[in-house]
C-alpha cells in the first residue's frame, strides 16, 4: 500500500489565481496550456457563477473552449514548448475580441508554459484594444491556493488604474477573502451584506467574488477593507493599507452567534455606527435558536457532548471549533489542517483548546476519526463513508458531494448561526 500519495484534493497556486480573476464579472480568464489544466477549472467556475443554462454539446463548440463557457485555453502540445504559443494566442485573442463580449481579458501561464518564454503581454496589447489585460506570467506550481489567490487579487490593482480620488462615502466598505472556490460564496456575501446594511454601512465590494471591474477600480475609496479569510485576503489587505492608506480589519470568519456579534461591534466601532439595528436582528435569531435546542435537549440531552471533527484553514477551524463547542457544548475529536502555512488564528485555536484541555484534537488524521458529526468536503465526507463510519456529513467547502443549492446558504452571520444550528440538529437526529 502506498503511503506516499495524497489523500485528498489539494487545490494548487495556478487554482488560485483562476479562480480569483474568475470572480470579476464579465472577465475571460485565457489559460494558456494544455486542456488538461482547463476542465476542472472552468466546470467549477461555471458551477459555482452560472454562465451556461442547458448541457448541451453543441454550445461553445470552439476549440478553445472545448464545450465550457470558462476558463478557455490555447491546448498547448509538444511542438508549442519548443517552438513557442505565439500563433495560438493571437488566435484565441482574436477571437475573444471580436465575438466576446466582456469588461476584462486575463491571460494566466500554466506553469509548464511559463518556461516558454513569449512576451504575452506585447501579444496581447498587439490585438486586445479597449479593454484591461491581466498577465499571470507564472502561477507558482508548488504553493497553495491561498497563496496563488492573493498574488491574482494583487497582481489586479497593480495593472488594472484605480481610482483613488477622496473618499466620498466614509461608510463604505469592501469585503476580502472571499472566493467563488468557497462553497457558500454567494450566501455568505449577501448575508455579511445584510448585516452590515442594517448598520448603515455600504459594500463597495466583494473582492473577486462575482465583483465588477467598476468596483475593483473604486476600491481605495473605501473607508475600511474587512478581511473574512485571512488566508485568501490578509496580504491584499496589506497591499492596500500601504499604496492607498485604507485601513483593515481581520479577523476569523464570523461563524455563529458570539463570533458575529463580536465581528459587527468591532466594525460598526471602527466606522462610528449604531450598532442597535444588528443587535436586535441578533437577539431574535437567538431565541427561535435556543428554542429548538432546548426541546431537543429535554427529550435527549443532545447536542451537549456530542464529538465532532472539522477540517479546513487554521481560521476556519477556530471560528467552528468555537462556536461548536463555547454554544453547542460539543467535544472535538479531530480538528485536521488544510494549507498549514497559513496560520492565522492558530495561536487563537490552540489556546481555545486548551482552555477546555482539548489540545488533543489538533492535527489528528481525519480519516480515523470516530466522531459523530463531521464538518469536511465533499471528497472527505465520500472517503469516510467508504471506509463504512457512521456519522453526520455536513459540507463546508469544495469539492462538493455534489448538493444542488437553489436557495444562496452560508455558515457566516447570524443566518449562518441558524443554518448550522440546523444541520447540527437534524444531522444527531438522523445519524
Known sequence: MMSSCLSNITPDSLSGVIFALEGVGRSVVLLNG?????????????????????FDPLNYPERWYFGQPR????????????YGSRDKLEEVLAFIEATVPCDLVCIVNAPGAALIGDDLRGIAAEIIRNKPVVVMETPGFSSDICSGYERATIELFKQIPVVEAARSRPA??????????????????????RLLGLCGITVNCVLCADCTLDSVRRAPQAALNIVIHPEYGAKTAYYLQEHYGTPCYIAAPPVGFAATEQWMSDICARL??????????????????????????????????????????YAELYAYTAFLVRYFGMIPECLSVLNARCD?????LEALLDEFGITQALGRDIFAST???????GNTLAQLKLRQRIFSGIEISLPSLGYIDVIPKTHQGIQGALMLTEQVINGLLFL
Open 272 to 313: 462610528n455606527r449604531e450598532i442597535a439595528p444588528f443587535t436586535q436582528d441578533s437577539e431574535r435569531a437567538r431565541a427561535r435558536s435556543y428554542a429548538h435546542i432546548s426541546r431537543i435537549n429535554s427529550l435527549t440531552g443532545l447536542p451537549k457532548g456530542v464529538s465532532f471533527s472539522v477540517q479546513g484553514t
Open 371 to 377: 466522531s459523530e458529526l463531521v464538518f469536511a468536503s
Open 172 to 193: 463604505t466598505v469592501n469585503l476580502l477573502g472571499i472566493s467563488i472556490y468557497h462553497k457558500y460564496y454567494a450566501g455568505d456575501s449577501a448575508e455579511l451584506q
Open 34 to 54: 494544455p486542456t488538461g489544466c482547463k476542465f476542472y477549472h472552468a466546470a467549477v467556475s461555471d458551477n459555482q457563477t452560472i454562465r451556461q443554462f442547458e
Open 344 to 348: 492565522f488564528a492558530k495561536r487563537a
Open 71 to 82: 476558463v478557455p485555453c490555447t491546448y498547448l502540445a509538444g511542438g508549442d514548448y519548443i
